[in-house]
Structures are given as structure tokens and as C-alpha cells.
């Protein structure tokens, strides 16, 4: 019966063509091979977000009522509580995540020719992701959420020139306030991810069409010395295993490790004390801070956009300098500046949370 | 309380216990099925003349031996320790209801450690039927050693009416029988011994996954696929045992399952609900990857993946583990000894003489109020709560004035029959004026003085 | 589609040691795990998407009780009853007035308690503090006024109702 089925449809879809692409595709066998799954957890994460999401977008109230719709989510819904633990664990998760496929994609060089595009997508749909926690973080307009998009706000808004524009576009206002909420939510469940998914199908196509990198130490090997494995069904079985092991994961953590809910946002009150953005944050928030205590006045907030910025601009045209494929000195530079980029990010997380004990 | 109180910071000493036991459950109930997976295993392998299987049992019962001999018995000896400490009272009424069966408990592991030993250790260099005799022995001694931990674990949450209606009389020791083959004793063995058959499929795979195919092709597979048939017994017959043990359960402890089912409860209300959560998810997918991989790919199925699932039962089992422990709040022996170490039968003599009465061990070095209310929450609060880590009472009392901590103690105090605290909380004992300084000592910790310089400005500005 | 869904690359040879069990094998423990996860994941969905339902069957379960002999409550003194599951009080006032509230804390649930001498209703979780007589929340952590009921004094007894 499923025979038949499946015929009437490939008659109409052209399903044959399309599992004769599938059945071609094979996933290169090396010792860097375990890193291939990322982007798979990384997809199965957002999917997850995309579920739990509109799960809490039935009872959340954007504006005024922010707050009492989550505490209601959280203390009154059945189960709320688990939906919402597993949407914030899962934003961490997926960041992570996201981490972890861009720094393997980096160090395996798959950046390089014909790749570079997947490379430009890639980094905008880090940023978007980024985009993605900090809005959905003011959501519930608790104390927390609300301190700490007001300090993570300093950032954009220490920009030279469009600093304060911008950043009072973006905030609907001089300070934080139920307009701040209501763009956010627009810019997280609408906006961006209207930005996302496209760039997100992109992305996918080019990995199908140029297939997967391998490391160059992989790729001087002669041809008949390389192993693949086909994707179906022996990868995608092993990628399906890493989306369970995933999922494992988070429900282990959303269930033991809630997600607390503060007290509602007080304007009037001050920042607490040792305020910070999440930890996907800490390293260019730290940064600021300690570029601020050398450099007096405004010239340690623009120093410090400015570090930054020309940090992230080398590391989105690391194609255009490591482009060739050839063992050569522009391959080595670029992968040190990858081991210096790891290693400042996770010393400067580090001092972050250091500094605030 | 008639002992000192031991104070563990950020997790509690319970935890301790905790840490210590689930670790110690996930080798010796291997150490349990797993011996009966070697002797099962080399009978397998005399029988088919097969030296590959045989010298793979051997490389196992290697692995075996130096798994469960020690590490088995630091932890299990680890845990005489962390009881000892965290809840002396429960201990002592343990150790003077059951000393036969603890006695009898260490001759079987004595049996138990020579048995292993020798089993490895003459591999090749006595008659094989002779050896695998020895391993028998192990099986049938290890085996033992379950049958009677399960009576003493059972009994703290199922002491049964016959016990508990000497309990205290001094003729506690006439009803042993009674004691250990108490209501959950025979559901409670059901499920262990379930346990301990998954895990010795489990800790073979870890051992399986290691045979290189290229090497031994075909051989991998064989091994693999007979050691998952181990996992089937545990996933089709768990339900029913865990059905059975509930309804074993009195329905007064039973109350605890229906406290809370969907809501958060930043406390003990939903844990139970999460814990069958997790141990459904990650049992579902135990399942999935044994078949899948293990059964259906041998020659694909790594250490990775066999670590996999190794972390998978230890959550399964760390999850089934703390249910039960919620499962018996708020006793530590059910309806005998609160969680706390005070006696059901002593609480009325301790609201009218003072429950200070028998702490020994009181702060010399402060003002005697102050040290009345931290004696009163070492004593009666301790066991449970820490002040800033697990189960922070700074957290749960936040925000509350010095009246409302005082009107909650008051609850816990009176514990009239319709209060929700009463099915995972101790009645509050003791004298008003002990309350009185439980509460300023509570209201003193929970509530920050307010300080001394404004909070500072957000860190982003830089400096002038 | 007859053909096999496995393909033997050229690179790798995938050996198949035994017979393949069936594909009932093969889906049957598929259906096992996917009903376990099914359960797992989509009770809870199931619960939270039913809440508002739930609580509003709860609600409407009783409309009105009957508080036999409770006409003779003394001036300035509250008498506390259950409202089908959840706690309520009546409250005679100093001035002779009748109102009753649903005693649940709007803040996080606590029961409240009517205190005549400080003519206030208190919840003593947080020091949440009502008017007496309208119910608002005029002090503390509550956010809304407790829900009013309606009364009716009979001779033998008072009868009251959802609003």
C-alpha cells in the first residue's frame, strides 16, 4: 500500500529524483568526521525553539501584561513551566551549539573555495541567532531580563554616529519600557525569523550542493585512500541519534534545572549588583569593561565597538585570505587566529563571570 | 537531636549521600546481574567450543573484577560513611533493628570479592566446569547480597504495620521477619533485580563495543546482539513492577504524587513528575539506540555509543532513585522517623518539654537566642535545607517579614491535616520561645540588611 | 519503489553478519520508543494547552453554597468555607455589612485572613494586605483585589453565589 502511495506522489512531486540525489550523497570518513554533526543539532535545536515558541506564544501577552503572562505560564499553566524551561535552556543549547559548528567549520577550513557563501550565510545566521536571544531574553520583563537588556543595550547605543539613533529605534524610546517589549517581540517572533529562514535554507543548499569539507590534511590524502559513508541510511541514522541524544539533554535539564522566574522589573529601582548580559554576551561585555578602565571617556566605549567590530569583520573575510587550498602560510595564519579568537573569547567569558563573584 | 549536625555547603548532606549511592547502585547492580552474565556467557561459550566468545568473557570478567571490586566497594563502604554523618538517628534505629542481616550481608560480599578474584585469576589453570562453578558461586552470593539490602531499603520506606506497632518497645528484634519482607520488599526486588539484568547488558556492551570488526568479523555482532537481549526483560516487565510497588506504598505517603503534577513548585512539588519524565525519555531512548545500533549496526557501535547509553541508565536510574527517596518524605523510616531524625512517638513529648532538651551541641559563641534558632535549624531544618545552596531557605523565605516566617513555622507547627506542607514536611518541634528563635534566626538570614552604599551604576560607562 | 534504501559505497563495504529481522521488528520497536516520547512530550502539551478549560470546568463546577446557621456570625468576624475546591470567607463587618472574597492571595495563592482589629484582610505569606470590605489589594505584593462573591442573608442561612 505504501508502494502505491508513494508512486501517485513521485508521479506528481518527482520524490525519484530527489531520493536519487539523496542516495548519491555520502559523508566523508575521517577522524574530524564527529564534527559533522553539529549543524544537524544545531538545525534540531532551532526546531525545537520554533516549537516550544509557539507553545508559549498561546498564552504570552506582549506589553504591559508581559510579566503576568509568563508568571502565569510558569506558576498557573500546566506544564508551563516545563515549556518555558525548555525554551531557555534550549536558546543556551542552541547558541552553544551554533559555537561549536561555526569554531569546527573554521578549524577544518570550510570556508574556503567554493564554500565561502555557506561561510557569509553562516556568520549572519549567528548574528541573527544572537539577535534571537537577546529579544526573546526581555520577554518576561523580570528584573533580570530587564537590567540586563538596558546594560546589553549600551552596547549598540556606543556606536559612533548611529549609536543613539539606533539604539532608540530599537528600545521604541530613552529607556526600556512595554514599547521596548512589544518591538522586541515583533523583531522575535516575526522579524527575525522571517530573516532567518531563508538564510537558513541557503545555507542547507549549499551544504547539499558542495557536500561536506574535509580537513587539508584529509584532502592531500590520494582519493582512493579516503572512506566515505553513505548519508542514508547509515549517517542520517547516526545524525538522528544526535538529535535524541540532544533532546535527552535538554529535557534532563529543563526538568532538574527550571527556569526561575524574578520579580517583576521595577524602573524605578537600580540595577543590581553584578548585572550581566548571558554568557553568550560576557566576552564582548567584559571587553568593553576592561577597555573602558584603560581608556578614559568615550574613547574606551568607541575603542572597544571597535575591537570588536574588526575582530568579527577579519573572521567573516577569512575566505577571502585563506582561500586557496594549499598548505601554505595564509592556511596557518588564519588557523592561529582561530586558537587566538577561541582563546580570548573563553578567558574573557571566564573573566566575566570572574569579576562579578 | 542527640548527635552533631554535619553541615555540607551548596549541596547538603543528603546529596552526598545521594552522589555516593546512585554511583554505587550503577556498579553493584551490575556487580549483581553481571554475575550472572559471566557464568551465563562462559557456559554459553563452553557449550559452542567457541574461543572467541571465550576469551571476550575473560577480557569482561577482567574488567569486572577490577569495576565492581573497587569501586564497588569504596562507594558501597563510601555510603556507611555519608549515613553515618548525614543521619546518625535513622542509622542507629538500622543497624539495632537489622544487625543480623547487615552480618550476613558481609559474608556474602566477603564470598563475593574472594569469588571474583578466584574466578579470574584460575582462568586457564583449572578445569573449565570446575571454573565455572566458582563463577556460580559468585552469582548465587552476589545475588544475596541484593536480596537483603532490599529488605533493610523497603523497610525505611515500607516498615509495615506489624514493626511499627513495636517500634519503641525494645522488641523490635521479634518482628526482623516482619521488618524485612515488609509491603514493598517483593515489588522493590522485582524492580532491582530488572536493574541489575539491564545493567549487565549494559556494562557488556561498554566491553563489546570495544571488539574491533576488522579484526574478528562476524564475531562482534554475535557478542552484541546476544548481550542486548539482556535490556528486553527491564523494559517489558518495569511498568508492572513499578505499578505494583506504588500500590504497596501506604496511601497517606502515596499523597505525595497528587501534590503537584504539573506545577513548577520551585521545590518538591513537580520533582516527582519530572523524575518519571526523565526516566521515560531516556529509557525510550536507551531502546533506540540499543536496537537500532547495537542490535541492527554491531559493526558501526562504538565506545561512544555505549557510553551513550551508560549515561542514559545512570539518569534513568539516578532519576528512579530520588522518586523513591521523594516518594518516602516525610520520613526517612516511613511513618517512624521524620526526615529530620525525630521519632513520630517523641514529637509530643518534644513541643512540651523543648526540643533544645537533647541538642548537645549548641553555639557557645554568640547570644543564647541566637544560638537557640540556629540549633533549632541545624537540628530540625538541616537535614533537608540548606541556607544559600539546594533547597536555599534564603530563596523559599524571600520576602517574607518577620511575621510571615513566623506564621509559616507556626503552620508547620500546628501541621493540621489539610496543610499541603505536611506531605513532604516534619512537624516544627518545640517550645513556643524555640520556635519564637527558629523564626528570628530564619528572618535574620533570609532578609539582606540593606546596604551600605547605593548599588553601583551599570559597569558599562567608562571611566571619567 | 523496489529498490533497497541501502546503497554500498565503493569505499565502504557494509557487512551484513545476520539475516535482517523483519521490518515489523524494525517499525514495532520505532512505534515503542515513539509512543514513550509521544507520551512523555505530548501529555504535558496536552495539559498546558488545556489549562484555560480545565480551570474553567473547575470553576464553574459549583455556583453557590449554602452556609446553613452562618446568618448568626457575630459583627466584625469572618467565617471561613471552601468555595467548591478552593478556599473562601464571609465576613459580617463592624457596620453590619455582608461580603464575601475567595481567600486566595492574588499574589501567589496563600490563604488570606481577615483581621477585624486592624480592619484588613492579610496574607501572612508575604504581607499582602486587602480593604475589607471591597476586597482590593491596597497594600503589598498583590497584584489584583480578591474575587468577590455574592451574598444573600437568608433567616436560616446565607447563600453565596458567583457574581
Known amino acids: ?357 | 537531636m542527640n548527635y552533631p549536625f554535619w553541615e555540607v555547603p551548596f549541596i547538603g548532606s543528603g546529596w552526598v549521600i545521594g552522589m555516593i549511592a546512585i554511583f554505587h547502585v550503577m556498579i553493584s547492580q551490575f556487580a549483581v546481574g553481571g554475575g550472572l552474565w559471566l557464568p551465563i556467557a562462559e557456559r554459553k561459550a563452553l557449550r559452542e567450543g567457541n574461543a572467541d566468545w571465550m576469551n571476550q568473557v575473560k577480557k569482561h570478567a577482567r574488567f569486572f573484577l577490577i569495576l565492581t571490586g573497587v569501586f564497588g566497594t569504596v562507594s558501597g563502604v563510601g555510603i556507611w560513611f555519608a549515613i553515618g554523618l548525614t543521619q546518625p538517628e535513622a542509622t542507629s534505629t538500622l543497624i539495632h533493628n537489622f544487625v543480623f542481616g547487615w552480618a550476613l550481608e558481609w559474608v556474602f560480599f566477603l564470598v563475593e570479592l574472594t569469588t571474583i578474584a578466584v574466578y579470574y585469576y584460575t582462568w586457564d589453570r583449572i578445569p573449565q566446569k570446575l571454573h565455572l562453578k566458582v563463577g556460580w558461586v559468585y552469582a548465587v552470593s552476589s545475588v544475596c547480597t541484593l536480596i537483603i539490602i532490599n529488605g533493610i531499603l523497603t523497610f525505611m520506606l515500607t516498615p509495615g504495620d506489624t514493626w511499627l506497632s513495636v517500634a519503641g518497645t525494645g522488641h523490635e528484634a521479634g518482628k526482623f521477619w516482619n521488618a524485612f519482607f515488609n509491603p514493598t520488599y517483593w515489588p522493590g526486588l522485582l524492580m532491582r533485580t530488572l536493574v541489575c539484568i539491564t545493567l549487565a547488558g549494559v556494562w557488556a556492551l561498554i566491553t563489546g563495543s570495544l571488539i574491533d570488526n576488522d579484526k574478528q568479523p562476524g564475531f562482534k555482532a554475535g557478542y552484541l546482539r546476544w548481550t542486548t537481549r539482556w535490556l528486553v526483560p527491564s523494559f517489558v516487565l518495569m511498568p508492572f513492577a513499578l505499578v505494583w510497588f506504588l500500590h504497596m506504598v501506604p496511601q497517606s505517603q502515596r499523597a505525595l504524587l497528587s501534590l503537584g503534577m504539573s506545577t513548577i513548585g520551585a521545590g518538591t512539588f513537580s520533582q516527582v513528575t519530572r523524575l518519571v519524565l526523565i526516566m521515560v525519555i531516556t529509557s525510550a531512548t536507551i531502546v533506540i539506540i540499543t536496537y537500532y545500533l547495537a542490535y541492527k549496526n554491531p559493526q558501526d557501535f562504538t565506545l561512544a555509543h555505549a557510553t551513550a547509553i551508560l549515561m542514559l541508565a545512570l539518569m534513568a536510574t539516578g532519576a528512579g532513585e530520588m522518586a523513591r527517596e521523594m516518594l518516602r518524605k516525610p520520613y526517612v523510616i516511613g511513618r517512624h522517623m521524620y526526615s529530620n531524625g525525630t521519632r513520630v512517638s517523641e514529637v509530643a513529648g518534644r513541643n512540651q518539654n523543648g526540643y533544645l532538651q537533647h541538642s548537645l551541641w549548641v553555639n557557645q559563641n554568640t547570644s543564647a537566642h541566637f544560638a537557640e534558632g540556629e540549633a533549632m535549624y541545624r537540628g530540625q531544618c538541616g537535614s533537608c535545607h540548606t541556607l544559600t545552596g539546594y533547597r536555599s531557605l534564603n530563596k523559599l523565605l524571600a520576602g517574607r517579614d518577620r511575621e510571615s516566617v513566623g506564621s509559616l513555622l507556626t503552620m508547620l507547627h500546628e501541621y493540621k491535616p489539610e496543610t499541603s506542607y505536611r506531605k513532604f514536611m516534619p512537624p516544627l518541634t518545640g517550645t513556643p520561645e524555640e520556635i519564637d528563635a527558629l523564626r528570628d534566626y530564619l528572618y535574620a538570614q533570609s532578609t539582606p540588611a540593606p546596604p551600605a552604599h547605593p548599588a553601583p551604576a551599570p559597569t558599562l560607562k567608562a571611566q571619567k | 519503489m523496489s529498490e533497497p534504501i541501502l546503497q554500498v559505497s565503493p569505499d565502504t563495504a557494509i557487512v551484513e553478519t545476520e539475516s535482517t529481522p523483519t521490518r515489523r521488528a524494525f517499525l514495532g520497536v520505532a512505534a515503542a520508543a515513539g509512543l514513550c516520547y509521544a507520551g512523555a512530550i505530548g501529555y504535558p502539551i496536552y495539559r498546558y494547552l488545556s489549562s484555560p478549560a480545565e480551570m474553567a470546568a473547575n470553576e464553574t463546577a459549583v455556583s453557590e453554597v449554602t452556609l446553613d446557621k452562618a446568618q448568626a456570625l457575630p459583627l466584625a468576624s469572618a467565617l471561613m468555607f471552601k468555595f467548591g475546591s478552593s478556599p473562601a470567607m464571609l465576613i459580617h463587618g463592624a457596620d453590619g455589612s455582608w461580603v464575601a472574597f475567595s481567600a486566595v492571595c492574588t499574589h501567589l495563592g496563600c490563604t488570606v485572613k481577615f483581621e477585624p482589629e486592624l480592619n484588613r484582610i492579610h496574607c501572612s505569606c508575604h504581607g499582602g494586605v486587602y480593604d475589607p470590605h471591597t476586597g482590593k489589594n491596597v497594600s503589598g505584593p498583590p497584584p489584583k483585589p480578591l474575587k468577590a462573591y455574592k451574598v444573600n442573608v437568608g433567616t436560616a442561612n446565607v447563600v453565596v453565589s458567583r457574581a
Not at chain 1, 1 to 19: A, P, T
Not at chain 1, 54 to 75: C, K, M, N, W
Not at chain 1, 112 to 140: D, Q, V
Not at chain 1, 276 to 281: D, I, L, R, T
Open chain 1, 1 to 357: 500500500m505504501f508502494d502505491r502511495i508513494y508512486k501517485w506522489l513521485d508521479e506528481r512531486l518527482g520524490l525519484g529524483e530527489l531520493s536519487a540525489l539523496a542516495r548519491h550523497k555520502t559523508i566523508p570518513l575521517h577522524s574530524q568526521s564527529f564534527w559533522y554533526y553539529w549543524g544537524g543539532i544545531s538545525l534540531f535545536l532551532f526546531l525545537v525553539q520554533i516549537f516550544t515558541g509557539i507553545l508559549l506564544l498561546v498564552y504570552y501577552r506582549p506589553g504591559a501584561e508581559a510579566f503576568e503572562s509568563v508568571r502565569q505560564i510558569t506558576y498557573v499553566m500546566h506544564f508551563g513551566w516545563l515549556i518555558r524551561s525548555a525554551h531557555s535552556w534550549c536558546a543556551n543549547l542552541f547558541i552553544f551549539s551554533i559555537l561549536v559548528h561555526m569554531f569546527s567549520a573554521f578549524f577544518m577550513k570550510a570556508y574556503r573555495k567554493p564554500r565561502e557563501i555557506g561561510w557569509f550565510t553562516g556568520i549572519a545566521l549567528l548574528f541573527l541567532a544572537a539577535l534571537f536571544g537577546f529579544s526573546g531574553y526581555l520577554l518576561p520583563m523580570d528584573e533580570l531580563s530587564y537590567f540586563a537588556t538596558k546594560v546589553g543595550l549600551q552596547i549598540p547605543s556606543s556606536l559612533p554616529l548611529m549609536g543613539h539613533f539606533t539604539t532608540n529605534i530599537l528600545r521604541g524610546g530613552p529607556d526600556v519600557s512595554d514599547f521596548t517589549v512589544q518591538r522586541f517581540f515583533a523583531l522575535h517572533v516575526v522579524i527575525l525569523p522571517l530573516l532567518f529562514l531563508p538564510l537558513l535554507g541557503i545555507h542547507l543548499w549549499l551544504v547539499q550542493k558542495h557536500g561536506n569539507a574535509v580537513p587539508p590534511r584529509e584532502g592531500a590524502r590520494p582519493a582512493s585512500e579516503r572512506k566515505t559513508v553513505p548519508f542514508f541510511p547509515n549517517f542520517f541514522q547516526k545524525d538522528l541519534a544526535m538529535w535524541l541524544i540532544s533532546l535527552n539533554v535538554l529535557a534532563l535539564l529543563a526538568s532538574i534545572f527550571p527556569w526561575d522566574l524574578g520579580k517583576q522589573a521595577d524602573i524605578l529601582s537600580p540595577a543590581p549588583a553584578g548585572i550581566h548580559p548571558e554568557w553568550y554576551f560576557m566576552a564582548p561585555f567584559h571587553m568593553l569593561k576592561v577597555l573602558g578602565n584603560f581608556l578614559p571617556g568615550a574613547t574606551g566605549e568607541v575603542a572597544g565597538i571597535l575591537l570588536f567590530t574588526v575582530g568579527l569583520a577579519l573572521w567573516v573575510v577569512i575566505p577571502l585570505y585563506d582561500g586557496e587550498s594549499v598548505a601554505g602560510s595564509r592556511g596557518r595564519n588564519a588557523h592561529y587566529f582561530g586558537v587566538f579568537a577561541v582563546t580570548a573569547l573563553i578567558i574573557t567569558t571566564a573573566l566575566g563571570y570572574w569579576g562579578i563573584r
